[in-house]
């Protein structure tokens, strides 16, 4: 059976649930990187970076370039977009609520 499709906030939240894949974020949250640098800096394995990197890529946080024979990430504003777009409009509702129940306690008496 064919997975539901995902939308791109969801991929993207799903996408950085995961502490290695945060922690890529981090890293190329310095500069672009290959994915032989990336797994440098972590306690993976660089075929393990490049399954993360994929998830990544596929939530749209992460785009490449080949350079040579290395594939060189950097971090890509379109995933992050959404997820901030939704959790604008979800902080943006959640005060809405909260006015809305602030604005109808009954004031106490003096």
Sequence with gaps: MPRPRRNAPTRAFDALGNPTRRSIVRILGAGPRSVQEIADELPVSRPAVSKH?????DAKLVAHHADGVRNVFRLE????????????????????RFAMVAENLPEEDA
């Design 77 to 96: 504003r379109a995933g992050f977009e959404a997820a901030r777009r939704w959790l604008d409009a979800f902080w943006d509702d959640a005060l809405s």
């Design 53 to 57: 990197l994929r998830l990544l890529s």
